[in-house]
Each structure stands twice: as C-alpha cells, then as structure tokens.
C-alpha cells in the first residue's frame, strides 16, 4: 500500500466521509491527483472532497498578498531602485547581475525570521573586518573593496524600504507572505479558518519547514486544529546520524508526546524485499540509453497497470530518454513539462537576438546594423530555419547562401541580403523584416512572424507546433514589457529578458496522469511511491547539489542567524532520496562515470551508503555493473572506401587527359578517397570568409611579388644593386598585392597587420640576403614555366598526361635547377629520400612533386642530370635545400628512368583493383 492510500484509508477511519472541513496540507501540486485517486478508491459513494493544497499556497491566501513572479518581482525591485537611487542608478542590465541574489536572500531571511535589523549591520562589520590589516586604515581601501563594502551595507537598506515598497501596492514575495503570517497569527489564521469553516487541518508528507512553517504549525497545534502524518522509515529516522532523518526528528521532538506517537513509520528498507541496481555509464548522454534499457526490461502489462517511475535528477535528458524510449512503452504521463529553451528553435531564436546585440553595438552606416559574419551564417544556416523551408527550395537556400559568403565580407548589412535570399517566401514574410529591424520590439515582431510559418510547415512534428506556440507567447510577452517598460530599450536587456522567460516556459503533456510510466523530476516524487523506480543523474553534485550556494550571505553567518545552508540541503536531498526508494522493490540507479557539461563524474555518497549500509539487511540485494551500449557489427567504424565502377573509372580517366599534377598525385598517396572526391567529384572543403588573412593567401601575395621581379630577369641574374631597390620598394609592392588577393581586408590593425608584417619581414629578410652574398654561376631561365608531358600505357585506355608549373628554373653548375619557394613549414628530410619505392609514400609528398618537376624538365629540355629544391622564406635569407637522392644533389638520366617506371606501376595501381580505401 502507498502512503497516500495508507492516509486516505486514515483519513476516512477517523473522519468518515465527513471531509467538506477538512484542509490537507502536502507537499506538491502533484501529490494531490494521487490522494484524491485514493480517496475515490476507498469510498462507495460520492463525497465532498476534502480542501487540498500546498502549504505555500495556503499561506499566500491566509496573507492576502498579492504574490509576484520572479520577473514581476524584479521589475518591481528595478523600478523602486530606480526611483530611490536617482541619477546613481545603474541600468537595468548591472542590476540584473546582482538583484536576482540579493531577492532570494530577502525571501530567505524573511521564510526563516531572521532579524534583519541584525543581519544586516552584522553583514556590513564583517566586510569591513575582511578587508581590515594593521597597516592599512579604513581610508586606505581599493575602489573596489570599497564599493562592495557600501553595497553591503546598502543591501539591508533596500531590504526594509523595498518591503515597504510592495506592501503599499498590496504585493510581496513568497518569503513576505510567510513573514506576515508568522507575525499576525492572530487575527490572520483565526480569521481564515473561520471564513473557509475549516474544523481541522492535516499536514501530510512535509519535511525541512522553514521557521515561519514552524511558528505557524505551533498555533494550529496549540488551537488543536493540526494533526500530522508524516511519511518516515526507522531505517534513518531512528538513526541520529541519517541526514534523511534529520527535520523529522526535530518535528518527532517539538510536536509528538507518548500521547501524540508521531505515527506512521514504515520498516520498509528491514522488511520489503527490494533489488536495487546501480549501473555506471560512461557519458551523460549515454544515461538515456541505460534507463531505456531498463525500462525494456519491464513487461508492457506491469508499465499499464503497476507504479513505474522515470526520475530525471537532471532535466536536460528529457529530451535524449523521450528518443530512447523502448517501442513497447505506449502510455507516459511526463510531469516536467518539456523544456522550451531546450529546443532547437528556441536556439535559433537566443542566436538572433545575439545577432542583433552584437550588431548595435557595431558602428551603424545609414541606420544600418553590421552583422558579424559568424553569427548571421550560423542562424541563416540554423537546421530550425532549414526546417521551415519546403524540401524544393532546400538547394536553391544552400546555393544562395554559398554566393553570399562568396562576397567574403566580415560584416553584412541587411541590404546585402534581399538579392541573394528574397525568391525564399521565408525572407520575405519574416527575415526581411527581422535583419531591416533597428529596435529591439520590431525584432521581437520579426521573430513572431518567423514562428508562424510553423503552423504551415508539413515537415514538424507535434512538439515543434507546440514549442512554436510556446515560444510565441514569450515574444508576445517580451513585446509588453518593452511596450510598458521604457528602460527596456536595448538588445542586451532583450536578450536576459528571453532567457530568463525561457527557463519558466515548459510544454504539459496531455495524457492520463494516472496509468503508463511516470516521468517525473526529483521534487515531484514527494509522497509519491512506485514499484519500479529508475533514477538517472545520481552524481556528487547533482543529488546532493553540494555547496553551490546562490547567496550573498556566508555560511558561517547563516548558521549563526537560524537560516538554512548547505548542510541542510543535502539533508534535504537526502530524504527525497530515500523517500524514493522507501516502498519500492526494483530499483536502477544511473551514474555517469566521465565528465560531462557539469564536470560531474563521482557517484553520488547516496550511491556509497548503499553500498556500505545496506548490505547487511537480507531482504535487500545490490548488484552493480557498467553499462555497455549494444552495437551491432554494422555499426562499427569502417575505413570509407570507393568501389572502381565503370562510372569512376571513366571519371580517373578524364583526369588522365586533362592532366595529373603533382599535387593530385601526392594526393592519391597520401588517400585514395580524398583524391576521388577532391578530383573525380570536384568536392572541396568548403572556404570561409577570409576575416583575417589565410596563408594561402599570404604566400600567394609573397609569390607574386617575387614572380613580378624576376620576370625581368630571365636569362640573367638581379646584383645587389638591383635587390637593392627591389628592398626599397617590396613593401609597396607587397601591399599592392595583398589589395588584389584580398580586396575587403583591413590591414592596419589585428591579426591581418600582423600576418603582413611577417609577410614584409619575409621578403625584406630574403632580399638582404641576396644583397649581401649575391649568387654566383646562377642564371635565370624561366619563371612560372609550364611544364608537360603525355604517356600511352598498357593496360590504361587514354594517354596520361602530366603537367605542372614551377615557380623558378634556373641555370645552375651547367644544369638546369628547379626551384619551389615556400612559405609554409619545411623540414629537411621532407626531400631527403634513399629509394625510388621510397617517393610513393605519404611521408615524402615534397620530395615527389620535385621529382615529377624534375623528370617534366628532363621532358622538355636536354641535359644528362638535373636538380631541385626548395626556398623556405621563413628561414632567414631563404637558402636553397636541394632535393637529395642517396645524399646527391644531381639526378642523373638514369635515375629519371627509374622514377619513370616507378610512376608507371603507380599509375597502374590507379586503374587496378576493385576498391580504393581510405589512409589513416
């Protein structure tokens, strides 16, 4: 029997079907459902159900205070501080960093009756001690400690006058109606329990009441309007070191005599056989697919008619469990709610109003925002808004999209975009509007329109609507707090504001609340028993939450003023948790063992007290063990492979008549799927806007400022006269360059300066060099020569061609010298090889392009042995590093030959075979 059948059939034993003057306190909303299911299971006929509510909730209606939301509140405390400070007023967006603490330690000492008048001054000395040494006076403090010491002592001013502040209006918050209660016991109570007939009131299920609950709790006793029923298993209530016992023995104290026993009290955890099950997976997300497996694991019939539960400590798995969920689980009642803010299109939404924020605060040309190119293509590109285009404009977007990034701007306007994007009926019937807008209402207009279209769209699903309609209140709110706010007047305070309202909006679930699997979060369990209980997220840090503390107050000082802290929250914790497991017989607890977004990966110390405490009992076995995700061979990682179909092979041999070049060899090697998309299918990664420099680009303006020099010299050599002028005028040439290669770039400040001053510095170190050891037997025969040549092979039906160009050949030791300048990173042993074989492998890609550079030359020109080699320019003078074969610089004409036949068979190895695979 659960608790609330045990308290429906108490209730109806001592009172009879009499319950119209009854008042039954619980815990949670929740709880209610369930007691009146038991009340109507108990009784034959109808009755007047008895009144059923909260304690918070009756205390709000016995104050008579109007209760304000948590924005409500803080527009409240923002219009009194404003009004109190004057012009010394910060705005909306400072006082949101501090006023939602400083609010919650208000409503604390007010729950707890704290002497303000004492806590705050005591606050105030104990700053002032915390920043005091014997060798620096008062007068000597910082700025900063100075200004926090004041806002400390300013803290207890705006207590008691924004008090006063809500009570003139009739309004407060959750801790001032407990406070007024507290306080004005009598006439209030009396007068309320008189008006609503109350004759008894019953307090079932609570635990940890804060001091005002108590001091209430002590005059209904005394009135002998109060009875208790708690819900306590002797396993920690009997034992004083239990933190889960921890309130109830107080209440077992302060309220229960031998003539009042405390009354019910289980032996659940020393009688009921329970098997409990602790399972440790390796990532927060690989928790859903633990609790999904164990779920699969209770028949259909027992998840219809018996008590199966889903607590979810952490609700950002809601999503990834309602993926999971085994097919055979047809019936869920999910208590949350969904998580608006969770979903993608609550994404794209947070993303376009950073988009504007970041945007005013971008210099404005023609009343025109700048959009940053990162943002405006991450929420262009959002899968939310590919989602509300029909399935036929999909490429049409995708193109246009890629031709406006083709602009490569850093910074858009919102004209930029109508050319590109107004064919798309979602340009025109929203985003027009939403980048044209300049304040922050039109925006959330935009934004409104925008979410309409997911009334049309065919292609979302049910919770899409929903969260589409959810979030169209949101706006729809935002839209009458700027309206009704004046100081609501930019993006920054937008964007809070949404946030903030985000995290208040959940979507119910309609079902029957009553049958199917429960999904439910920690604090909706109160009361509440199940059969089947399965319990995610039981990390340190999560259950219990440890000592993150939301409060200005400090521990020590809490202790000393009666008001809770940490200690008691982990007590707190502590009996949801072994309430859950009270009267249920099979139990899975879920454990992440790796860090996740929380960087919690230790098992909970509730995990460890299993461990250790309950081991001894009989009737209870524990079993653990590491969750390890079924996968099937299929689903294991393959290295991707190309299969030689006929249509491939046609597409290797048009490229062996447009030409191989070096680079699409080495390419090959190195990995025959990359070769085959990047050269068959014509697939490149795609390039972004060039907000800074990229290095292509800069060793592409260094190549063509040296190409434009040495051109005029060809069958000669520059002296150091003439590098000597080349100096005075390289940076003008470099800067002319980089305006052509990089025409929307500014070059003056940030990383582009510093990328064109380590361009300058290359070239300007490179040409003093030559002044000072100018070249000797060196001539100039040609610069960005062509080389090519054509092969008939057997076994391959088209000529293979090759081609290439080099940056310099010159005449050199009576040989002709191929020279490859770089501006990228370079090694020695790149180009240092001992073997022919040696050249075909990916380590050796430099030393292959300039044997194929060498073996085109010897093409086209005469000669018994050729050289090449490299220019690095990062290296101070740029020295040339000749390609060594076997430690010689020369390649003879029968090393060529080698090569040749070396190249042949690679090319053979191409066209044979059935499949080219991928390279590690």
């Known amino acids: 029997m659960t608790f609330l059948e045990t308290v429906a059939k108490q209730l109806l034993a001592e009172y009879g079907t009499d319950l119209k003057d009854v008042l039954i306190l619980l815990p949670s909303k929740r709880a209610d459902q369930f007691l009146r299911k038991a009340l109507a299971a108990q009784i034959d006929t109808p009755i007047v159900a008895p009144d059923i509510q909260s304690v918070a909730s009756f205390v709000t209606h016995v104050s008579q205070l109007q209760e304000l939301q ?84 300013e803290a207890g001013e705006h207590y008691f006058q924004f008090r ?41 299920g609570l635990n940890a009441l804060n001091t005002c609950e108590e001091k209430l709790f002590d005059y209904l006793k005394k009135q002998e309007l109060l009875d208790f029923i708690w819900d306590a298993d002797a396993y920690y209530l ?9 309130f109830l023995r107080q209440y077992r104290k302060r309220w229960h005599t031998k003539d009042q026993p405390f009354g019910l009290v289980s032996r659940n955890f020393s009688m009921q056989e329970k098997h409990i099950e602790i399972i440790a997976v390796p990532s927060n997300t690989a928790q859903a697919r633990a609790a999904a497996n164990a779920i699969s694991k ?105 031709k406006l990034k083709a602009l490569n701007k850093v910074y858009f306007y919102s004209d930029d975009l109508p050319q590109f994007l107004d064919q798309f009926p979602l340009f025109s019937s929203g985003l027009a509007d939403f980048f044209a807008a300049t304040q922050a209402f039109e925006v959330t207009q935009s934004l409104g329109a925008l979410l309409q279209h997911y009334e049309k769209n065919k292609n979302a699903t049910a919770i899409d609507t ?51 699997l429960q999904i439910m979060g920690v604090l909706e369990t109160r009361a509440l028993d199940f059969d089947h209980l399965i319990l995610t997220s039981v990390n340190e840090g999560t259950l219990p939450s440890g000592k993150t503390d939301f409060s200005m107050i400090p521990f ?31 139990i899975t607890l879920i454990y992440s063992t790796v860090d996740g977004s929380t960087g919690k990966s230790e098992s909970s110390r509730f995990i460890k007290q299993l461990r250790y405490e309950l081991r001894s009992f009989a009737n209870i076995k524990i079993t653990e063990k590491q969750f390890d995700a079924p996968v099937s061979i299929e689903h294991l990682r393959k290295l991707p492979t190309v299969t030689k179909t006929e249509a491939v092979l046609e597409s290797l041999y048009k490229k062996f008549q447009t030409g191989l070049s070096p680079t699409s060899l080495t390419r090959y090697i190195a990995d025959p799927v990359s070769f085959y ?36 010299y060809v069958n000669g050599f520059p002296t150091p006269q003439d590098y000597t002028v080349f100096l005075n005028t390289a940076t003008a040439l470099l800067t002319e360059q980089f305006a052509k290669d990089y025409p929307n770039g500014d070059m003056t400040m940030g990383r582009n300066l510093m990328v064109f001053k380590v361009a300058e510095h290359m070239l300007q170190s490179y040409i003093k060099n030559k002044i000072k050891n100018p070249a000797k037997d060196r001539r100039i025969h040609s610069i960005e020569d062509r080389f090519e040549t054509e092969m008939v092979l057997s076994g391959i039906p088209v000529p293979v061609r090759f081609k290439g160009f080099a940056d310099r050949v010159d005449y050199w030791k009576g040989n002709l010298q191929i020279l490859d300048f770089k501006t990228g990173m370079f090694a020695k042993s790149d180009i240092t090889f001992n073997s022919i074989e040696e050249l075909f492998t990916p380590k050796k890609g430099k030393a292959l392009q300039l044997m194929i550079y060498a073996w085109l030359l010897s093409k086209t020109y005469e000669g018994t042995s050729f050289s090449a080699g490299i220019v690095p320019l990062r290296e101070s003078g740029g020295p040339v590093y000749p390609l060594l074969y076997n430690k010689s610089e020369m390649i003879s004409k029968d090393d060529l030959v080698a090569f040749e036949e070396a190249l042949v068979a690679q090319l053979l190895t191409m066209v044979d075979g059935d499949l080219w695979e991928a390279v590690l």
């Open 556 to 586: 020590d000082v809490k202790r000393s003023f009666g008001m809770p802290n940490y200690l008691d929250k982990d007590a707190i914790y502590a009996y949801h948790f072994y309430r859950m497991l009270q009267r249920a017989s099979h």
């Open 677 to 712: 998309k990047t050269e068959l299918l014509g697939i490149r990664e795609e390039r972004g806007i060039e907000e800074s420099i990229f290095h292509d680009t800069m060793g592409s303006a260094v190549h063509h400022v040296l190409e434009g020099f040495y051109s005029t």
């Open 466 to 516: 929903e969260v589409a309609f959810g979030l169209f209140g949101v706006l729809n709110r935002l839209s009458e707090l700027l309206s009704s706010h004046q100081f609501l007047n930019d993006f920054k305070s937008l964007n809070i504001l949404f946030s903030d309202l985000l995290h208040e909006v959940t979507l119910d679930f309609y079902g029957e609340p009553m049958q199917g």
């Open 298 to 402: 209770v028949p259909a019939a027992d998840i219809v008619e018996k008590r199966v539960a889903l607590v979810l400590a952490e609700e950002a798995l809601l999503s990834p469990i309602l993926n999971a969920m085994p097919e055979h689980v047809q019936a869920l009642n999910i208590t949350m709610g969904y998580p608006v803010g969770m979903h993608p299109l609550a994404n794209l939404l947070l993303l376009g109003l950073r988009l504007h924020e970041l945007a005013s605060g971008q210099l404005k040309s023609k009343n025109r925002y700048a959009f940053y190119h990162k943002e405006l293509f991450s929420f262009l590109e959002h899968p939310a808004l590919l989602g509300l285009l029909a399935s036929a404009e999909l490429d049409q977007y995708t193109f246009a999209i890629r």
């Open 164 to 204: 006063e502040f809500l009570l003139t209006r009739n309004q407060g918050y959750q801790g001032m109606a407990y406070r007024k209660v507290a306080e004005q016991l009598d006439p209030l109570v009396t007068e309320w329990v008189k008006r609503h007939k109350v004759k008894k009131i019953i307090a079932v």
């Open 70 to 153: 948590r924005l409500d509140l803080l527009f409240a405390f923002f219009e009194y501080y404003q009004a109190t400070m004057g012009e010394g007023a910060e705005d909306f967006v400072g006082v949101m960093k501090w006023a939602p603490r400083m609010l919650q330690d208000f409503n604390e000492i007010d729950r707890h009756l704290v002497a303000a008048e004492k806590l705050f001054p005591y606050l105030y000395e104990l700053e002032m001690l915390r920043h005091w040494a014997p060798d620096r006076p008062y007068e000597a403090f910082t700025d900063l400690m100075q200004r926090y010491i004041d806002f400390v002592k």
């Open 238 to 246: 009997n034992d004083d070191m239990a933190e889960a016992g921890k």
